[in-house]
């Protein structure tokens, strides 16, 4: 029964939140947990931002800006325009109504919630059935090694867009898995690897203590959908971190990242030679539409990493 | 030299901020100092708000609402309308650049800047050449106590809309003076007490430590406007409070509570019947118009005020 697996998603944000809005189409969605990413975590204004909980969080519900992959849709920038008169760094755009989830957020969390529990509130707020879980409610940062130095990530990302090119990457802080994360893996159908980075959205998740290693011994198959289409990232710098750091830029440089962890790996129909090259790295292979341009394509791309999730089932 | 006299004003908010707006017309800006109460400052969303020191700074700003009196002109609502979809209380209305303020206030605050530090920074983005001085940089919050017990300030006076009857008034917190205060105090040519409420706007800035005794001790005269006129205050629940606690509600009532402080009162026309029973009180009467109903009023209230203050220096 497809529609009652137990799916957790590994997230990043814009690629992942696109993935599990066609994941909500085929699955029970109250049967989706999403761990996501917050060592891109940050404070602007003294408010905690978690880019990428929030991009996860507006796309599920539905309101995100599609255009730009984040941010809430038709969102006004008043209280930005009034920080950056004050003479505040305003590089880090905020829209109104997002200041709104920050400012709650960050009123809960200095109230003595902790990350996972405000997610939670937010997820009922904006009226989202999708589990959605912080891979960790320690703090957990990403730096970036640029040629001049290590860069707090969304220095990197945002202000400096991402322009140096990335010659390390490290994650501070000794991140616990937040409640509920080990549980879901030991307990899930399929895992699924989302189309993210796999050095800073993926990367980090992996890097919180015990989650490699309770994926490692789940019983689920783990699958993986490419975020690198015919040698081009479809959103943000994998393509440039991946050449940065060594990697072929390609789905199998991507693979290569993933070997032994994952199961399984979708790859994209153009990026069907590279089949074979990823296959010996003991990963069954999947080339199929991967490219997420509408709701149909996205319900398509679901279905197709939960039949790889069944193929590998079935191999073992 | 009227326009080089070093003023000082205790404030409170809206009737405190249109006497400044007077005031400056007359005087070098420069030399006027307001000392202004923060017992009503509140934590909103984990937001620090000064409400009146805002009034203060949004009106000499030329930027207040000059309908309410508070709050920003043609201020925007996203953030407070999506703070109350993510079920916040809001009955403390928050405008979008409004909350701008709040936030660089609070983020500095929380980088460990003072309050007079803020507030300076804050005046020097508004173009606010006044010296803003917060009476003190330590919290100190007023109590109403209501027939159904103790009450914050902000829930008593917004929340509950002043409907409770206040039985007594108590400031919690050992306020120290902000630096800056009592120099002020010392050196002013002229001290006055703005037409603000005697008990939660004057009140709190007098029960700060030193301040009353400062005061005295000025060689300044002290010279308060009535903010009852015809048994009826201009903005807010002073009448009403002066009934609950005992006072007559007149420009007298206001008079005996400021009885051997203030050497100079200034009250309105249509309250001239009242001018022998204040004169009895030991205050020199000024009796003019003082309904600061437009740019002149409140100039001509300000030149009435400096008058009143001669009056009382060549007394002495």
Redesign the interface.
Known sequence: MIESARCVVLCGGVGAARFLSGLVRVVDPARVTAIVNVADDEEF???HVSPDLDTVLYTLAGLVDGTRGWGLLG??D??????A????DTWFQLG??D???H??R??LL?EGRTLSEVTAA?AR?FGVTVRLLPSSDDPQATKVRADDGWLDFQEWFVRRATRDAAREIRFEGDARPAPGVLDAIAAADVIVVAPSNPFVSIGPVLAVAGVREAIERAPAPVVAVSPIVGGEALKGPAAAMLASLGYEVSALGVARIYRGLVDAFVIDDRDAALAPHIDVLGMRVTVAPTIMRDAAAKESLARTVLSAAEGARAAT
């Open positions: 204004h003294g408010l969102d006004t008043a209280v930005q325009r009034a920080l008169r004050l003479g505040r109104d109504r200041l709104a989830t400012i709650h960050t009123a200095r937010l707020a």
